[in-house]
Nanobody
């Protein structure tokens, strides 16, 4: 059974930072492409960042480039999202997602809430 568990969300002031973590189990983590998505109230879920297993290449949504950094620790089967210079528009539920590099079947975590507000 594949399980993805996010943590690290919370309330932060504009300009602040948070680091989200996603611990994976039941999956060969080193063979997965891992991603972070977010969904704000009333909006569709959107891709925030992704990281590949083979070479560690990353991709980001234009709205977070230069502020967010995705990374992974295969030994800990964990993917991280470092979020800096947070703005109110970053407020959303953040979801971790993983799939094997050869498959389109994605696994999802339960989400962690991030609120950016003064």
């Amino acid at each position: 059974q594949v399980t993805l568990v996010e943590s690290g969300g919370g309330l932060v002031q504009p300009g602040g930072s948070l680091r989200l973590s996603c611990a994976a189990s039941g999956i060969t983590f080193s063979s997965t492409v891992m991603s972070w998505y977010r969904q704000a109230t009333g909006k569709e879920r959107e891709l925030v960042a992704g990281i590949y297993n083979t070479n560690g290449d990353t991709n980001y949504a234009d709205s977070v480039k230069g502020r967010f950094t995705i990374s992974r620790d295969n030994a800990k089967t964990t993917v991280y999202l470092q979020m800096n210079s947070l703005q109110p528009e970053d407020t959303a539920v953040y979801y971790c997602s993983g799939r094997y590099s050869w498959s389109s079947l994605a696994y999802w975590g339960q989400g962690t809430q991030v609120i950016v507000s003064s």
